[in-house]
Nanobody
Framework: QVLLVESGGGLVQAGGSLRLSCAAS????????VGWFRQAPGKEREKVSV????????YYAEAVKGRFTISGDRAKNTMHLWMNSLKPEDTAVYYC????????????WGQGTQVTVSS
């Protein structure tokens, strides 16, 4: 079992930056897959970025490639999502989620953090 707690959301102007953090308690992030998802009002939840212990490739949605960077802090068992050049369409509730083994799906979710980008 893993407990995930997000932080770092807020209000920022277009073009600005934010860093989201996802603190994990339980298994080490080095042994699981942690992803960032977002859901805007009236839209389906979408996968934004994934850092997986069983893949050397990081995943980024096309909409955020070149602007967002995912990273892990092993000492603090925390994942970060660095978001630059933010756009109003990035406005959403951002969630981190954990997949415990390949193919199991993201069964553990944080409470979410609101990101609002003003134009």
């Amino acid at each position: 079992q893993v407990l995930l707690v997000e932080s770092g959301g807020g209000l920022v102007q277009a073009g600005g930056s934010l860093r989201l953090s996802c603190a994990a308690s339980g298994p080490s992030i080095n042994t699981i897959s942690v992803g960032w998802f977002r859901q805007a009002p009236g839209k389906e939840r979408e996968k934004v970025s994934v850092l997986s212990s069983w893949s050397i490739n990081q995943y980024y949605a096309e909409a955020v490639k070149g602007r967002f960077t995912i990273s892990g802090d092993r000492a603090k068992n925390t994942m970060h999502l660095w978001m630059n050049s933010l756009k109003p369409e990035d406005t959403a509730v951002y969630y981190c989620a954990a997949e415990m083994a390949p193919g199991l799906g993201y069964g553990y979710w944080g409470q979410g953090t609101q990101v609002t980008v003003s134009s």
